[in-house]
């Protein structure tokens, strides 16, 4: 199949975190699987632009990519992106879009409809009413009122990467005609290590609010002998008021504020932490915990991440309440038993051998882009 997926921003942009891997992870894996894909994204990366070519296609493992500039880097709106959306759509079997409320996705519903070709909708999390009154909540319903509604009920289909993100999407009352569950994936590590450093706590990814990052340091006067690293970007510069809630905490000294890792990096701290943490308010799926599982490292997340059921179900860690002494008490357990540990790992490893490899992934989506394909629910514009 002719496949084009349509993503606001796109590698080596990483800003915004698991969204854009898991789209790439998706695509290289279509294309083992023989299939042509074209992205069409913008070089938008924050408030700069990523150092790379516009105007003409670079291939990335496989994946045909077309960076647009923006000319409203907010929207990310493209002019050039329009021109190539209705010169080229009509050529696709079908377009995949990922994230809403951004103009990308509207242009390019806009466009596959006037040539109907059908087209697939991911919110990519985007969809929390909790996260929605949270931040911009006028112009959020606005949008979703007089763009949004449309672009889901002319949709063939809509792709969630997990039942409750489906629930929230119903929660906002939006227009569902058909839709599938289809995970993130992740490419399986080799485990280099089992050696664990003792006490360890591990919470990785981008420090933003909803992580749920105060939650682990409200636990940490609970936890005695236990140690935080946190790892990943500040997009809110939100580190100042963590450092300073862990003062009034005392246990400034058992926090630490590592930074942006990837890489090798990242991989030693998968391999080494004795426990990932993740208490979010809202985590549509929770790629962090796919990489914790594939390195064997024990997991205890809230009711609110959108694997919890997965890891309560395969024995893999532990979902708890995000309260202080609730997740102190789930820390401790975890932590204080090595035994249980050991087989937390090897059932999350297990898991994600059997159910979260990209290929696999891609399978699925590959049987779901061949069940909609042909079929456009829209009229034209």
Request: aromatic share 6%.
């Amino acid at each position: 199949m002719r496949l084009l997926h349509v993503v606001p921003t796109y590698l080596p942009a990483t800003r915004y975190g698991g969204p854009i891997y898991a789209v790439h992870g998706l695509c290289r894996a279509l294309v083992r699987r023989g299939h042509q894909v074209d992205v069409f994204t913008t070089n938008v990366d924050g408030a700069h632009n990523s150092d790379v070519p516009t105007g003409v296609a670079v291939n990335m493992d496989g994946v045909s990519v077309h960076y647009f500039p923006s000319t409203l880097r907010r929207l990310y709106v493209s002019p050039q992106m329009r021109a190539a959306l209705a010169k080229s759509v009509g050529q696709y079997d079908a377009v995949h879009l990922h994230s809403i409320f951004l103009w990308p996705t509207y242009a390019a519903a806009r466009a596959a409809r006037k040539e109907g070709v059908a087209y697939v909708v991911s919110p990519r999390g985007m969809l929390v009413p909790e996260l929605v009154a949270q931040k911009s909540r006028f112009a959020k319903m606005l949008w979703i009122r007089a763009i949004e509604r449309r672009t889901f009920a002319q949709a063939a289909a809509i792709h969630f990467t997990a039942n409750s993100e489906r629930d929230d999407a119903r929660r906002m009352s939006m227009p569902i005609p058909d839709s599938f569950v289809v995970p993130n994936g992740i490419d399986l590590p080799q485990i280099t290590t089992t050696a664990r450093l003792p006490g360890t706590l591990l919470c990785l990814g981008r420090i933003n609010w909803k992580k749920g990052l105060d939650r682990v340091i409200d636990a940490m006067p609970h936890l005695h002998g236990a140690h935080v690293i946190i790892a990943g970007n500040d997009e809110e510069e939100l580190t100042p008021k963590l450092r300073a809630q862990a003062e009034r905490n005392g246990v400034a000294d058992r926090i630490e504020f590592r930074g942006p890792v990837s890489g090798e990096a990242k991989e030693v701290l998968l391999q080494t932490s004795t426990a990932l943490v993740l208490p979010s308010h809202s985590e549509n799926f929770g790629n962090v915990v796919l990489e914790a599982m594939a390195a064997a490292m024990p997991v205890i997340v809230s009711p609110e991440v959108g694997l919890a059921n997965d890891v309560a179900q395969s024995g893999a860690g532990l979902v708890t309440s995000s309260a202080p002494e609730s997740l102190a008490e789930a820390i401790r357990k975890v932590l204080g038993d090595s035994a249980l540990r050991a087989e937390m790992g090897r059932r999350g490893r297990q898991l994600v051998e059997e159910q979260f490899t990209w290929d696999h992934v891609a399978e699925l989506m590959e049987a779901q882009y061949e069940r909609i394909s042909g079929r456009a629910r829209a009229t034209p514009l």
